[in-house]
């Protein structure tokens, strides 16, 4: 069981430029998670996902940021036109699919530097 | 909506020393309370669950506790180690009905050999 993994580990962009981050989320688990972390906001809470369906993406930024999920394997995160405010570690995590509490794992995360 | 506050930013001991770490928490409804701890580099991993079934959890070591009447919870642990330096997390599982977890601010530990 490699866990939750999260691809790139680390990335940098130029400000206004595309970031697309990737998930793959333990073979098995049917819900999958997307948390930002910062040092001034802590982790928050984007968007999750339940058997591939969007349920909840009450944390996302409305504009120019998505996620997908296109297969039980994978979650993708994009960020269209990044700004330097969006440099932050992005973590995924994902769960066995009943509520969220002791099976929630998190991936090390994806650390965005917009420069 | 809910909240959770986590007071101490930063805790120093030693080897040895007891740990105490509170938290306050804010929900409509019975909560479930976890507790997360991060190491440098790494995400979140679940430390401990408290529900209003159980009242505790013990795990490595660490006992979390939660007080109903103060809606406080903590974490506890009587003899810490180096390697117990991270950051620790409360969190609050949302009473919306959606599965997000609430976070607290966290606490860094450092403890000093």
């Known amino acids: 069981n490699a866990g939750v993994i999260q691809t790139p580990r680390h990335k940098v962009t130029g400000k206004g430029q595309e970031a697309t981050l990737w998930c793959e989320p333990i073979s098995g688990h049917s819900a999958v998670f997307w948390y930002r972390q910062t040092i001034v906001q802590g982790l928050e809470f984007l968007t999750y996902f339940r058997n591939q369906a969007p349920i909840d993406d009450s944390g996302m930024p409305k504009e120019r940021f998505s996620a997908q999920m296109p297969n039980q394997s994978h979650s993708t995160l994009k960020i269209q036109s990044t700004q330097p405010q969006d440099s932050a570690v992005y973590l995924c995590?994902?769960?066995?699919?009943?509520?969220?509490?002791?099976?929630?794992?998190f991936g090390s995360g994806t650390r965005l530097l917009v420069i | 909506g809910d909240s959770v506050t986590q007071k101490q930013g930063q805790v120093t001991l030693s080897e040895d020393d007891f740990l105490f770490i509170n938290c306050t928490y804010s929900t409509t409804t019975y909560p479930t309370l976890l507790w997360y701890v991060q190491y440098l580099g790494q995400g979140p991993q679940l430390l401990l669950k408290?529900?209003?079934?159980?009242n505790k959890g013990i795990s490595r070591g660490f006992e979390a506790t939660y007080d109903k009447g103060t809606t406080s919870f903590h974490l506890q642990k009587a003899s810490v180690q180096e390697s117990d330096s991270a950051v620790y997390f409360c969190?609050?599982?949302?009473?919306?009905?959606?599965?997000?977890?609430?976070f607290g601010s966290g606490t860094q530990l450092t403890v000093m050999p």
């Open positions: 969190a609050l599982v949302a009473s919306s009905g959606s599965w997000q977890l609430i």
């Open positions: 408290v529900t209003t079934a159980n």
């Open positions: 995590a994902s769960s066995l699919g009943q509520r969220a509490n002791s099976d929630y794992t």
